[in-house]
């Protein structure tokens, strides 16, 4: 990851780091500031776990831009490969370049094709596409950047097998080309984003730094949302919290809990509504639970709470 040890480029100390996340609108806890200034000043990647939407994806999209650096995000699926996250040959390009040099033998007649030199030409770095993971191994103008790699858990075990090269020595081996590393001194700041719908392989977490992301307790939660919908009344943003921490804490638990991210979003929803609003109801939140909820199940429950008046009904 980022700088190498004693770097001045990055926080010195975690309150440092704090703050400069909060400048970006990042409320952070000292648990997770710790672990980034560890990753940052060991030069390691930061593999970060938790719910959808607690922040795992913000962190990287703050921490570049406030160090001033590009960011480079490979998002995961199912079936990522090579030639979509490392490197392709431009192959129409290296054809065209085929029939050219055929074409200059057939002109020269006796000197025929130099078949060693045409292969050399047409796998050399010109031809060379660069996906995200290659692309972070060369610093910009700014620094080396932050790489992204998002939602790992989608992918397969094949891919995660191929990242142990990346993670531990910043390199990747193209077998045309050779090994194309990270400059000494201007490794990437890398992190890594899992929602655990399955385990990430022990070889691939064994080259990270490790950290649970939770959802916030309620006056961090409120802290967040403050700083993400400035707008809103501080009435409103304690009702908003208060109810959302109750749909986390109720049982049996819904299917899919909101996340912070919800949080910041209803938030917004609502003053989008009204832009002077002081008092939740349970009418505006049985308008408004599809901006909160994402699966009908909860909705409903949610619903018939709100107009049964049951437990976790009112804001």
């Known amino acids: 990851m980022a700088e190498e040890p004693g770097s001045t480029s990055a926080p010195a100390t975690v309150d440092a780091l704090v703050r400069l996340l909060a400048a970006g609108r990042y409320v952070a806890d000292r648990s997770l500031a710790t672990a980034l200034l560890l990753a ?33 995000r490979l998002q ?89 090269e990346l993670l531990s020595d910043f390199q990747v081996t193209i077998p045309e080309l050779g090994v194309i590393a990270a400059p000494e001194g201007a490794r990437p700041i890398v992190i890594l984003t899992s929602n655990r719908t399955r385990e990430i392989h022990d070889a691939l977490k064994r080259r ?24 809103a009344s501080a009435a409103l943003r304690e009702q908003v919290v208060a109810f959302v921490q109750g749909l986390r804490g109720r049982q049996p638990s819904l299917f899919k809990p909101p996340g912070v991210a919800e949080s910041i979003d209803w938030t917004r929803a609502l003053l989008a509504l009204d832009r002077e609003l002081q008092t939740l109801s349970p009418t505006l939140i049985e308008q408004t639970l599809g901006v909160l909820l994402k699966y009908r199940d909860d909705v409903e429950v949610v619903r018939d709470e709100l107009r049964g008046g049951g437990e976790g009904a009112s804001p």
Do not use: N
């Open 40 to 72: 940052l000043k060991l030069g390691r990647p930061l593999l970060l776990e938790g719910e959808a939407g607690v922040g795992k994806t913000e962190l990287a999209k703050v921490v570049a831009a406030q160090l001033g650096r590009e960011l480079i």
């Open 76 to 164: 995961c699926y199912e079936g990522l490969d090579v030639a979509s996250a490392v490197y392709e040959w431009a192959y129409a390009r290296q054809m065209i370049e085929i029939r050219l040099a055929e074409a200059g033998a057939d002109a020269a007649g006796e000197r025929g094709l130099d078949r060693d030199a045409l292969a050399r030409s047409i796998y050399s770095e010109r031809f060379l596409i660069r996906r995200p993971l290659l692309r972070a191994l060369t610093p910009g103008p700014a620094g080396p950047p932050v790489l992204l790699i998002d939602e790992l858990d989608r992918t397969d075990e094949p891919f995660e097998a191929f990242l142990l």
């Open 208 to 231: 990270c730094l490790y950290h649970w992301l939770d959802y916030p307790d309620a006056a961090r939660e409120l802290a967040i949302v403050r700083a993400r919908a400035p707008a």
